[in-house]
C-alpha cells in the first residue's frame, strides 16, 4: 500500500497535467454540434485507460458512447475463493457552459489558481473519475496486487438523463454484475467534511410550449383581442407554486414518507449555516417551503423548477410583438417514495385543468429518474467512511443530497448493486454555473481515498 501511496504522492504534476488535457475537449452532451467532441473525448478517455493498464474499450450507443475499462485478471490477488467486483461509475459529458461571457476564463481551456482548477466538468465529472482512474493506475503501476476486480463504466449522457446506459446494463448484466458501484459525483459540505451521501433526490423534464397566434402578431394593431401567449404561459406557472414555495398540484405530495427526527437532528449537525449560503448563492434572502430547513428543502424535499422561459423577441431594442408561443424547460426534484410517471401524470392533468380555452398547451415529456435512499451503515457504508477518513483526515460526515444520478437506481434494479456515493465536490465549485472549478486537494485525497477503498471493501 505505501508504494500505491508514495507512487500518487510523486505523479500529481501529471495527473493535474492530465486532468487538463481530459478537461480540454468540450464534451457538452446537450448539444448536436458537439457530437465529435464526445465521441473524441471518449476516444481520449480509452486510450488513456490503455495506458494506465486497463483492457480498456469503446461502446457505441444510440447516443453517446460509453467508455468500458477493466483491470486485468493479473492484476488481481490470486484467491482461492472468487474475487470481489466493483464497478466505478462517472461521466464525461458535461453541462453546456453558457452564458460565455460569466466565464473569467475560457470553459474548455483549464487554468490553474491556488489549488483550483477551472474548467466545465472540473468537478462535474472529470476531475472525480480521474481521481479513480489514477488510484488504480497507482496499483496497477507499481505492481501491488488489488484485492478486487475492477470496471469503470464512464458514459456520455448522465447530464441529459443517461437514456441509454440502462439498456447497455441489461444486455452485459453477467460482465457488468458486482458487489457494489462506486460514484464520485456529490459533493462534500467542505475540505474538512468527506462525506457519504446515502440519498439522491428524482427527476423529471418537460417543455411546456404555450401557443396563440399562427405567427407574432404587430401589438398594436391586435393587442388587446387575443391573448398573450407569454402572459398566459406566465399566469399557468404562477399557480403551480404558493407563496411559500409549495407546489399546488394535487396530490404532489401525497407519497412522501415523512422525514424521522433522527434524520432532521442529523440535517441540523451539517456544517451549513443559512447565512453562509445566502452569502454563497448572492441572494437577498432564503426562500423555501415553510416548515423544513435550507438542508431539508435542498435535498429531502421535491420541488418545480422553471429551468428556462423562453418567449418573444429577444434581440437588442424594442420590438411590439404579440409573439406566437412561449415555451418553458422544467424539471420536478423528486424524494423517495414519489412516482415519477405518476407525478407527471399529476403535472400534465393540473396544467390542462388551468390552462385557459384561448390558448393551446403542449407538454413534451423528457428524463425521468426515481429518488434515491440507501443504507448509511450498511457494511459496505461503513467500509466506504473508514477510506474517506484515512485519506481526509477527518470525520466524515452522512448526508442526503438534492442532485440527481439517474442511474443509481438502475445499478440495483439491473446488477443488484447498491451505489456508494463518495462525492469529492465542494459546495463553492459552481457545478453548472459559469466558472466551474475542481479543488485540487480533493482530487488527491479522492486518489487517496479511492485507493483505500478497494481494500476497505473487500475484506468485510
Ligand atoms: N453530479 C451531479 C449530481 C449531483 C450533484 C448530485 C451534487 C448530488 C450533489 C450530476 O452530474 C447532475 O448534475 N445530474 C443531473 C441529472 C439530470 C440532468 C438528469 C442533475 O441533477 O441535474
Ligand atoms: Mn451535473
Known sequence: MQAVLDYLKRNQARFVAELCDYLRFPSVSAQPQHKKDMRACAGWLVDHCRRIGLDARLCPTAGHPIVVAKTPASAALRRGKPRPHFLIYGHYDVQPPEPLELWKSPPFAPRIVGRSIYARGSMDNKGQNLAHLKAVEAYLQTGTPLPCDLTFVIEGEEEVGSANLAKFLKTRRAELRCDAVVVSDTDMPGPKHPALTYSLRGI?????????????????????????????????????????????????????????????????????????????????????????????????????????????????????????????????????????????????????????????????????????????????????????????????????????????????????????????????????????????????????????????????
Open 204 to 460: 423529471i423534464a418537460f417543455e411546456i410550449t404555450v401557443r396563440g397566434p399562427s405567427r407574432d402578431l404587430h401589438s398594436g394593431i391586435f393587442g388587446g383581442a387575443v391573448e398573450n401567449p407569454a402572459m398566459a404561459l406566465a399566469r399557468l406557472l404562477a399557480q403551480v407554486r404558493d407563496a411559500s414555495g409549495r407546489v399546488t398540484i394535487p396530490g404532489f405530495y401525497d407519497d412522501i414518507a415523512p422525514l424521522s427526527a433522527y434524520e432532521r437532528k442529523q440535517f441540523a449537525r451539517l456544517p451549513i449555516k443559512d447565512r453562509d449560503l445566502q452569502k454563497l448563492l448572492g441572494v437577498k434572502k432564503l426562500f423555501g417551503e415553510r416548515g423544513f430547513t435550507p438542508t431539508e428543502q435542498r435535498s429531502a424535499r421535491p420541488t418545480f423548477e422553471i429551468n428556462g422561459l423562453t418567449s418573444g423577441y429577444q434581440g437588442q431594442g424594442s420590438k411590439t410583438i404579440v409573439p406566437a408561443w412561449a415555451r418553458a424547460k422544467i424539471t420536478c426534484r423528486l424524494v423517495p417514495n414519489q412516482r415519477p410517471a405518476k407525478i407527471r401524470e399529476l403535472v400534465c392533468r393540473y396544467l390542462e385543468k388551468i390552462c385557459p380555452p384561448t390558448v393551446r398547451l403542449e407538454i413534451e415529456a423528457g428524463h425521468g429518474a426515481e429518488a434515491y435512499l440507501v443504507s448509511p451503515v450498511s457494511a459496505q457504508a461503513r467500509a466506504a467512511l473508514r477510506a474517506l477518513e484515512a485519506a481526509f483526515g477527518c470525520q466524515p460526515v452522512l448526508m442526503r443530497e438534492g442532485g440527481s444520478i439517474p442511474i443509481v437506481n438502475d445499478f440495483k434494479k439491473i446488477l443488484g448493486a447498491d451505489s456508494l456515493l463518495l462525492g469529492l465536490g465542494l459546495p463553492d465549485d459552481n457545478a453548472h454555473s459559469p466558472n466551474e472549478k475542481f479543488n485540487l486537494d480533493c482530487f488527491a485525497k479522492g486518489q487517496v481515498m479511492s485507493a483505500h477503498l478497494w481494500r476497505e471493501l473487500s475484506n468485510i
